[in-house]
């Protein structure tokens, strides 16, 4: 296969095992949240930005090295020095997986009574330190596939990690409840760190039997000295790793914050931790499962640009970050419409008795700008501008923090929902105008605003209508909604259609075809 159709045929199996995955995951999400309840989300989304801040600092940075390094070496078809390359990488960060592991373990209980602010988190803590080796050396090996271009191995090893997190979870998660929510968390915890074993090991099959198999031993280059590649990776990981670091910090900061300031505005803490449970473990979920779209394009367009700039095909190169950013916009509005339309139907259905549609409607109005980001910041890390992104996503940061801890206390939860909107538009501004700059490809107001925007508008004017129709037929409150959900995407995709949006031409030109 050609790098050319390699790009979208890697974008569109990222997207079918993220469809997988979401799903996969949306199951296992639906049955914890009603396994465990608000105060029970809310202390497992306590762990999570410990979790972010170590893996995606740990591995971020080294994955899009190796995708951008291989691919750079099988363009110049020196094919010895990609097998190379991953080998130093998997040393370099199993190495400092068992150091932060380390640190971590010395570290669990301040982390847990004095940062966390709740003892319960200690058990969670615990068992995620065997999960950051792990996930460090699958992210190698993940950045390998990316660089070559075969997403299919990535693919395979999410749906089985994802299938071994909930099968165990589901088997066994209700004997730990029964001792108290902290132990139903440490072992959902636990269940993960199994999972990201199950997708190592897919990974390092794939791997081995790819070497094998597909690999020339010949190559037209000289082999790479090991100092040579240690320093090269280092070269371009370190920006982005100490880039995540200052994001994942701030995210961090940001998420706990948020139970803090609500306590500060008069609710006692099982309330506030309730409501940040019904926020971050189940409508930010909903609102995000879409993006697997845009978290595919995001992937697959750093060694597709890095290519693209390699070879100076800068026809080819805009157009892919044109209707990448097309692609996400239409994406994103669609998405809107949806949770503006059916908000606490969606909520209902999934998070019984949670009230989540409110969040839901809230959080509707920026699903285009949090897909756009994801896009945009794997345009930008393609193009090497990653500290321009740092420096937006920064902006973004303080926007958020400061509503946070200034606002909260006084308009409640509404008010964080708000600034994300905003601190959205602003980083999606900035980090366009880069962009727009760097590729001097032109703004299409036309195909990527008015013409989606004008869908949007049509999809949200008829959704009552299309669940009047379908509750006319259907009894069951699950499959009206699902129906109805799904019948006004079909109604979005055919006037996308007839507007001339999903042409074949266009997705065609995408890829290079044309």
Known sequence: MSPKKSFITGAIVLMAAGLIVRLIGFVYRIYISNLLGSEGMGLFQLISPV????????????????????????????????????????????????????ILLINARFIADELLKDSRTYYSILLLIPCIPIIALSST?????????????????????????????????????????????AFATAAMSIGEMASLLVLYLMYKIGIKKYMPKKQKGRLMRKRTIVSELLKISLPISSNKFITSTMAAIEYILIPRRLLAGGMNYQESIELYGRLTGMAMPLISFPSLVTSSLAVTLVPAIAEALSLRNYRTLNSRVSKSIQTTLM????????????PNEIGDVIFKKENVGELLYMLSFSCTFIYLQQTLAGMLNGLGKQNVSLRNSIIGYIIRIAFI???IPVYGIKIYIIALFV?????????????????????????????????????????????????????????????????????????MAMLGLLRKEHISRMIGLK
């Open 331 to 342: 994406l994103g509005i669609i998405s809107s419409a949806l949770f503006m339309s059916y």
């Open 51 to 102: 979790y972010s801040l170590i893996i995606l600092t740990l591995t971020s940075g080294v994955s899009i090295a190796i995708s951008r390094l291989v691919a750079q070496e099988i363009a110049r078809g020196n094919f010895a020095n990609s097998r190379r390359i991953t080998l130093v990488a998997l040393l370099l960060v199993f190495a400092a997986g068992s150091v932060v592991s380390i």
């Open 405 to 407: 801890y200034f606002l």
């Open 423 to 495: 601190s959205s538009i602003i980083i999606c501004v900035l980090n366009l105008s880069t962009v727009v700059k760097t590729t001097g490809m032109m703004i299409n107001i036309r195909n990527w605003i008015l013409k989606p925007g004008l869908v949007g508008v049509i999809m949200f004017l008829i959704s009552k209508y299309i669940l009047a129709f379908f509750s006319m037929f259907i009894k069951h409150e699950l499959l009206i909604v699902c129906f109805s959900v799904a019948g006004n995407i079909a109604v979005g995709l055919m006037l």
């Open 141 to 185: 090996l993940k950045g390998y596939f990316y660089g070559i271009q075969d997403v299919t191995p990535t693919a395979i090893s999410q749906v089985a990690e994802q299938i071994v997190r909930i099968g165990l979870v589901i088997v066994a998660s209700g004997k730990y409840l029964e001792r108290g929510l902290e132990y139903a968390c």
